[in-house]
T-cell receptor, first 109, second 118 residues
Framework: GQNIDQPTEMTATEGAIVQINCTYQ??????LFWYQQHAGEAPTFLSY??LDGLEEKGRFSSFLSRSKGYSYLLLKELQMKDSASYLC??????????WGAGTKLIIKP | GAVVSQHPSRVICKSGTSVKIECRSL??????MFWYRQFPKKSLMLMAT?????????EQGVEKDKFLINHASLTLSTLTVTSAHPEDSSFYIC??????????????FGPGTRLTVL
């Protein structure tokens, strides 16, 4: 079966760095997405990785290792507004998104 | 950037009534639109995939007669929850995949519709 695993909840301090991990097992792979979702709102796109390596976009970076079925989202210089759920999603061979359950990130002052 | 709208954003209805939710891609054409539902503190669950001009493909366990999907044009898809019951109360989110992606199979999400059935 297809499976996406990510931690349920993480806590970090304002100004610090946090890494959210995601492991996956899917039928085929056409890229991995990270989305941010604030409570009561729809997800917003953060990053897309299809090749191994690190993609950096401002305070956010995303890493992919296809051989290990592993990705992480790195958030630097955390701000209170970064408190949200972070969803990992993999696009399978049918170009369908398989979603993880999301990681709730709590930022403390 | 690509914008997807949903209407209404919130709806409260009585049990047994039907509710229609519209999903529109405002500045691009979408070959495919997706309908998700999300329960509190849970991830998105894909309900169905709709392609313009053809019947929607429903995920296992989703009743096609209860959740009617019409993808009338390349910019509009509608989800009708028929004979709604309290257990249908949820956050319904649509997303749209552009006609031309340039290699990135990205989906753009609407803001969601909060349905409460009394």
């Amino acid at each position: 079966g297809q499976n996406i695993d990510q931690p349920t909840e993480m806590t970090a301090t304002e100004g610090a760095i946090v890494q959210i991990n995601c492991t996956y097992q899917t039928s085929g792979f056409n890229g991995l997405f990270w989305y941010q979702q604030h409570a009561g709102e729809a997800p917003t796109f953060l990053s897309y990785n299809v090749l191994d390596g690190l993609e950096e976009k401002g305070r956010f970076s995303s890493f992919l290792s296809r051989s290990k079925g592993y990705s992480y989202l790195l958030l630097k210089e955390l701000q209170m507004k970064d408190s949200a759920s972070y969803l990992c999603a993999v696009m399978d061979s049918n170009y369908q998104l398989i979603w993880g359950a999301g990681t709730k990130l709590i930022i403390k002052p | 950037g690509a914008v997807v709208s949903q209407h209404p954003s919130r709806v409260i209805c009585k049990s047994g009534t039907s509710v229609k939710i519209e999903c529109r891609s405002l500045d691009f054409q979408a070959t495919t639109m997706f309908w998700y539902r999300q329960f509190p503190k849970k991830s998105l669950m894909l309900m169905a995939t709709s392609n313009e001009g053809s019947k929607a493909t429903y995920e296992q366990g989703v009743e096609k007669d209860k959740f009617l999907i019409n993808h009338a044009s390349l910019t509009l898809s509608t989800l009708t929850v028929t004979s709604a019951h309290p257990e249908d109360s949820s956050f319904y989110i649509c997303s749209a995949r552009p006609l031309v992606t340039g290699g990135l199979e990205e989906q753009f999400f609407g803001p969601g519709t909060r349905l409460t059935v009394l």
